[in-house]
């Protein structure tokens, strides 16, 4: 059986991160724009207000080129005409929102220089439709802009006969969702001990779409495993929900309230493979895979105890809750301008957003949750159950579990690969 799909919206994938602009002191000298701005780049994190992008001036020359195997930015810019100081301030402009040890041959280079030689803006587009737009002049600025991607939502199922990636590859669902649902249902269910051959897997699940190329990781919304004996449940709905949830033979055995809603976890808590240190190391926290500056909300109530940098957390922050506990959210790119150590802070309200400060190989959220001192796992210890237990009712949970299957049986049912459906 293969997974069919059904186009349900078009929207931006991840909010770009606020501007880091700022006017130079005298408005006038490109040689002084990067050190008076972007190298005044925030680096405690925190979030700066958008600028509103300044007016071009006429008759720009536009340039642009794809960047070859072996190629750096500055081969480019120099290939350009730009001279030594002016490609030193675009590298610094597009470094402040992008990491340029990660460009890879294909990104896409865009230049807008004036009739004067001086370079006006700089416009870098990475591969997963996300671009870096640096502006200079009177008015310079640089930020992130996000793609405008089509969201799919897919449905598949499948009989497991040897394994559950041989069962997935099948029926044309992604085989990454064997080691999702083992990160999802981790502490749980060992779902490799229980398939043993026969079981029925059913799952929903959204992708983003630029043109015919999907972009980023497809999430899972809903997955249903059928051992025979038992059946599982897994509710782990898109960014409009706060929560996601699993069930057992209907009854509800974890919620879990997420700090980047909708996103995908991509490490479990415990002992790993290190994947900058290598060898085998404790993981203290589990990690989300989102996209830089994703935003970053707290999970519960509670006091800000910390912000700032730690070694290998990079920059994070630390919620002091009652009952001794503390939620740690670390490698953000930024902190929110309206939180301070002290603050009390709400459930659902955003901290900061995601980066790769610290230890870290790609942008993501590290969560952690510390009881008395010591790391818990996240997805299965219970306890914030007494300071939660009022915010999300049976009512409301059972209403997504009743729409997530609703979703599974109109999309398997749908005949049609691109129909619509609204329905959540």
Do not use: C
């Not at 509800?252 to 994947?275: C, E, K």
């Not at 659902?348 to 818990?376: C, N, R, W």
């Amino acid at each position: 059986m293969v997974g069919l799909s059904v186009t349900i919206a078009v929207r931006e994938a991840n909010k770009p991160r606020p501007g880091l602009a700022a006017p130079s002191s005298d408005g006038s000298s490109q040689d002084h724009l990067v050190s008076e701005v972007f190298d005044d780049e925030p680096h405690d994190g925190s979030i700066q207000s958008d600028r509103k992008e300044a007016t071009p001036p006429d008759n720009l020359i536009a340039w642009s080129r794809a960047i070859g195997p072996g190629e750096n930015l500055d081969i480019l810019l120099a290939e350009a005409g730009l001279d030594a100081p002016a490609r030193s301030d675009v590298s610094r402009a597009i470094s402040a929102e992008y990491d340029l040890r990660r460009l890879k041959p294909g990104y896409h280079l865009s230049l807008e220089i004036g009739t004067d030689g001086l370079i006006w803006s700089a416009t870098l587009e990475l591969e997963d439709g996300q671009s870096i737009r640096a502006v200079f002049g009177d008015t310079p600025s640089v930020r992130t802009i996000p793609p405008e991607l089509e969201t799919m939502v897919r449905a598949g199922e499948a009989e497991i006969a040897t394994s559950i990636y041989a069962a997935l590859d099948a029926a044309s669902i992604p085989t990454r969702f064997a080691t999702d649902l083992e990160l999802i249902l981790d502490g749980t269910l060992d779902l490799r001990r229980a398939v043993t051959g026969g079981e029925h897997l059913r799952i929903v699940w959204r992708e983003n779409r630029l043109g015919d190329r999907i972009i980023g990781d497809p999430i899972i919304d809903y997955a249903e495993i059928d051992l025979g004996e038992e059946r599982f449940e897994v509710v782990w709905p898109d960014d409009e929900a706060s929560y996601s949830l699993i069930y057992k033979d209907d009854l509800l055995v974890r919620t879990f309230y997420q700090p980047i809603p909708g996103a995908r976890l991509s490490s479990s808590f415990g002992l790993r493979d290190h994947p900058v240190h290598g060898g085998i190391r404790m993981h203290s926290g589990i990690d989300f895979a989102a996209p830089f500056g994703a935003e970053v909300r707290a999970t519960h109530p509670g006091t800000i105890a910390f912000i700032g940098r730690r070694s290998g957390y990079g920059l994070m922050v630390e919620i002091e809750h009652p009952r001794n506990l503390r939620t740690i959210y670390a490698h953000l790119s930024a902190t929110s301008e309206a939180i301070e150590p002290g603050q009390t802070i709400a459930a659902g309200e955003e901290i900061g957003q995601v980066g790769s400060t610290g230890t870290s190989t790609a942008p993501h959220l590290h969560y952690e949750i510390v009881v008395a001192g010591t790391p818990v796992p996240p997805l299965t210890d219970d306890s914030f159950e007494a300071n939660t237990a009022a915010r999300a009712d049976a009512r409301s949970m059972q209403v997504l579990l009743d729409e997530a299957r609703g979703k599974l049986t109109r999309v398997l049912a749908s005949e049609l690969p691109m129909g619509s459906d609204q329905g959540g």
